[in-house]
């Protein structure tokens, strides 16, 4: 029996699951500079997770201009644009935990603080308003037994399963990896090009069925490099 | 067919999936909703469908309703219009009867409150009901559907005192909410794509809708469904269609609404939109009773562009609606219009008489882009608009309320 054929076997089927959030308020909101740093300072991070990723699952029918919340009611209600260009440079995808993104946050609003003194009576038009969320998760009953079934079915994924699996699994999977890689990992190495390649995809910029898009791309190429 | 088997076909098998999931480990439980009317207004039609769904799931559901003399809904009017901003104080005399009233409906609903595994309240009618009940099993919600970010504070801070030993309160949206010591969910309600209202009608059944009311089918028309109450702006629209009009003489203008039982204010605003529309005979303001739905459905049908032009909305239901039906809306830039109508894509949200007629005007004057809009617009209500996404909610947030709201992950899978 050869070394990949033991591998396959040993891999458990990969269940496909499906999920939806649902938004709470935190109670907290800013309309001032100083509240809003306040805020940042204090929030649970659950609302800072909300407030990068969480727009992700929503509805939109052009690019985001900003990639989080906070940049773009920098820009919009705040009116300040060169904190909000720096807000949405924020990749949370490097930062360890989210802990470490509030730094970087609170970081850069007390340097712009420093440069611009009428930040810190300015008024936005409209409040800041902090959520976070609760995310149910769902069993499609769909499972997949090998990489090649998983290529030709991911590109069919809701757009919510492919959250699920690749980016809340940033918060479950061991080193911030995704549910993806986490399996295949169990075929031993004969994947794991197709791992490297799922690793360098940054899940932040652009939406979610352009993610979709890219992540069955690399595993259809993956695949066939496999096979031949 | 079962109902969910209809639902399935409108909204998608795997929302009816999800559903059945999260109905799953809530089966056996009861869930009651009370509010104050069967008939009129947002959530009655909302409920008119989520029980009998909810009920589908395999979760015992009723729905009771309070009821109250004149004073009772002449405070309770008065609540929900200080609630949306008034600064009207309420009278004594009032707040007793608000008070008594809801402990009698809680001597004739106790057993069935005190009993139930989740009791849902909507708005400030019933909202007392919690302190009359002590001994109650479940967790009890309260379910805010009204526009609450400024509300008069005296109000507030009397309702207060009964909303805040709830388990939970939901809004439509985040300014909506409250300081309260208990989770606050976030909830957009919904519309019912199998209702009476919402169903695709027959060529043949809107125009013939269209000649009862005199309404040339051959010429532009706005029409704007809404209960005759002044956050609706009716005379808002009138002085848009005015303004449109020197511009576009052929439009026509509907204005069509019901009279809700616990709102007494409806005869006094519908006595001064007749009169700012007196004299125009392209001007149709239609009294319609409250189980005209099929005639409102086909009023919407027929519109080129409705107008929902709000100055306070808890959520403006008649927009879903309309977007449902693939038209493009011109709102009023407040409340829960804010969520449905993205500016440029399914309408136009719009602060003034003079923004509405220039939006109506613009869009007559680009029929593509009416029909462009109308598509996404149906595509928005599908995707996060339809009944099916707001039971789900409510069926996460009891799962959630059962086993400790602090967790931010239900697992079904």
């Avoid at chain 1, 644009?81 to 440079?89: M, Q």
């Avoid at chain 1, 990896?177 to 690793?199: H, I, K, V, Y």
């Avoid at chain 2, 919600?141 to 801070?157: E, F, G, L, N, T």
């Avoid at chain 2, 449905?340 to 136009?348: A, E, K, L, P």
Wanted: glycine share 6%; aromatic share 8%.
């Amino acid at each position: 029996m050869s070394a990949r054929a033991g591998s396959i076997r040993k891999a458990t089927p990969f269940k496909i699951k499906d999920c939806a959030l649902v938004a709470m308020a935190t109670g907290r909101r800013a309309r001032l500079m100083p509240e809003f740093r306040r805020e940042i300072a204090t929030v649970p991070v659950q609302s800072i997770y909300h407030h990068f990723w969480g727009g992700l699952l929503q509805p939109r029918f052009e690019e985001r201009e900003y990639n989080n919340d906070f940049a773009a009611w920098m820009r919009h209600s705040m009116h300040d644009a060169v904190l909000a260009e720096r807000l949405a440079a924020l990749d949370p995808t490097s930062c360890p935990e989210l802990e470490a993104l509030r730094r970087e946050m609170l970081e850069l609003i007390d340097n712009r603080l420093d440069e611009v003194e009428y930040l810190s009576w300015a008024r936005a038009s409209i409040q800041f308003e902090f959520l976070s969320s609760q995310i149910v998760i769902f069993d499609t009953g769909r499972t997949v037994s090998h990489p090649a079934e998983l290529a030709e079915n991911i590109g069919h994924l809701s757009t919510s399963s492919i959250f699920y699996h690749f980016i809340d699994a940033r918060r479950r999977v061991p080193e911030g990896n995704n549910d993806f890689t986490l399996w295949m990992q169990s075929f031993g190495r004969d994947f794991e090009p197709l791992c490297a390649s799922l690793t360098g995809v940054d899940p932040y910029f652009g939406s979610i069925t352009e993610l979709r898009q890219k992540l069955a791309t690399i595993f259809q190429a993956c695949v066939r490099e496999h096979r031949s | 067919m079962s109902l969910l088997d209809d639902y399935a076909a409108a909204a998608g098998e795997d929302v009816i999936d999800h559903l059945r999931q999260l109905a799953a480990p809530l089966r056996g439980a009861t869930v009651v909703h009370v509010n104050s009317t069967r008939a009129g207004g947002g959530v009655a039609e909302i409920l008119d469908k989520m029980v009998p769904l909810t009920e589908e799931l395999g979760i015992s559901t009723r729905w009771e309703i309070i009821t109250g003399d004149s004073d009772f809904f002449e405070c309770t009017k008065g609540m929900h219009n200080t609630l949306q901003g008034n600064r009207i104080p309420l009278g004594d005399h009032l707040l007793r009867v608000y008070e008594e009233t809801n402990a009698a409906n809680a001597r004739i609903l106790g057993p069935t409150l005190r009993e139930a595994d989740f009791v849902i309240i909507h708005d400030p009618q019933p909202a007392a009901l919690l302190s009359h009940v002590p001994d109650r099993k479940g967790k009890w919600m309260w379910r805010c559907h009204i526009d609450a970010s400024h509300p008069y504070r005296p109000v507030w801070k009397y309702l207060r005192g009964f909303v805040a030993p709830y388990d939970a309160s939901i809004f439509s949206l985040a300014a909506f909410a409250q300081e309260l010591p208990h989770p606050q969910y976030l909830v957009p309600p919904s519309i019912d794509p199998l209702s009476e209202k919402n169903i695709t009608l027959p060529d043949e059944e809107i125009r013939r809708t269209c000649e009862r009311h005199a309404i040339d089918s051959e010429r532009p028309l706005i029409v704007q469904v809404s209960r005759f109450d002044r956050f609706k702006d009716p005379l808002g629209v009138i002085a848009a269609y005015k303004l449109a009009k020197r511009f576009l003489p052929p439009i026509q203008l509907v204005l069509a609404g019901g009279g809700a039982a616990d709102d007494p204010e409806g005869e006094a605003v519908l006595a001064e939109v007749r009169a700012a529309a007196d004299g125009d005979s392209d001007i149709r303001v239609l009294l319609l009773p409250p189980d005209a739905h099929r005639e409102i459905n086909a009023l919407q049908h027929a519109a080129d562009i409705v107008v929902q032009k709000s100055i306070r909305e808890g959520f403006g239901l008649t927009v879903t609606e309309a977007m449902w039906k693939g038209k493009p809306v011109i709102g009023g830039d407040v409340g829960g219009i804010r969520l449905q109508v993205v500016n440029h894509h399914t309408g136009f949200l719009v602060s003034t008489p003079e923004g509405a007629a220039l939006r109506i005007r613009y869009l007559l004057h680009q029929p593509d882009k009416i029909r462009e809009m109308g598509v996404k617009a149906h595509q928005l209500v599908l995707d996060s608009f339809l009944i099916t996404r707001h039971l789900r909610e409510y069926l996460t947030l009891m799962l959630a309320l059962r086993d400790g709201a602090e967790h931010d992950r239900i697992e079904l899978a």
